[in-house]
């Protein structure tokens, strides 16, 4: 039976939120087995294997066009390094929950950013969507500055550090490729992207990781698989498809979907808090991203 177009760019959008949200809980569990560099330079390199056998099998070529190497560079470090690097240190200081919310604030940023890259000028509904999902960060934190000692609140501010860092520079790598496409294959273009972006998490694991397996449960080895074939590949691949098949702000809006998983598997798998306070902050960040996204 054939699927219409929309439904199938419909459930490959569901398939990348899906697997972005679980990723979170998984990569919080991951901090207490793996050196964090190192398990990023073994997923990259099991993701980097699996995109190369299916280009192959496609025969699509792996050659970089002339010129394009710089962006496809800056575009790495932008969209994947981020990611590796900043989103796992994050995890470090931060519940999973936590780091998802403000992670996904990455849409606002990016319409910001927008502005005098691509000549998008923001609109009221673009400016108060930023301050809605700003507010849904400042109430996420807010339980902490109530209940926390001033030290644990303190403790907590290189995770948000982080993790913005990570918001802001992945917003930079969507307006950055927007600008400055590359013209390539999907699955090549992905695959130089993972090798590109590696390589820092590569240096940082050679001079701060201990190279040590012994925690390492077969629960750990599953999340190494889990990362590298289906966080780094498959919800990679989907996405492609579903901006290939549905408009962008559809695809950009399902995105939304990634914390509302991400805040509920980490819940249900890692026992995180899931009062009043989380869900406001959800909510609000949701809704914040949703006015600057419909701000067009």
Known sequence: MRIAP???G????????????????V??????????FLFRVLSGIGGISLLVVVALARGENFRVPRGQFPRL???AILNITSWMGLATLSLFWLAAS????????MPIWASLMAWPALGERPNWQRVAG???????????????LLSAPAADLVAKLPGVAAILGTALMFAGGAVFTKRYPVTMQPVPMLAWQLAIGMAPMLLAAVVFDRWSLARVTPLGWGALGYVSIVALCVSYLAWFRALKLL??????????????IGVFSSAAALGEPLGSRQLLAL????????????GR
Do not use: C
């Open 10 to 25: 419909l459930l490959m959008l569901l398939v990348t939120a899906a697997s972005w949200g679980l990723n979170w809980p």
């Open 283 to 294: 909510a609000m960040t949701v809704s914040g991203v949703v006015l600057a996204s419909r």
């Open 247 to 260: 408009p962008a702000s559809t695809a950009a809006i399902g995105t939304l979907l990634v914390p509302v």
């Open 130 to 144: 930023l301050a809605l999902g700003l507010a849904g960060v400042g109430v996420l934190m807010a339980g902490q």
């Open 27 to 36: 990569l919080k569990f991951v901090m207490a087995e793996w050196p964090p």
């Open 98 to 105: 936590e780091a998802a919310i403000i992670a996904y604030t």
């Open 6 to 8: 929309r439904l199938q």
């Open 73 to 75: 560079a800056i575009a």
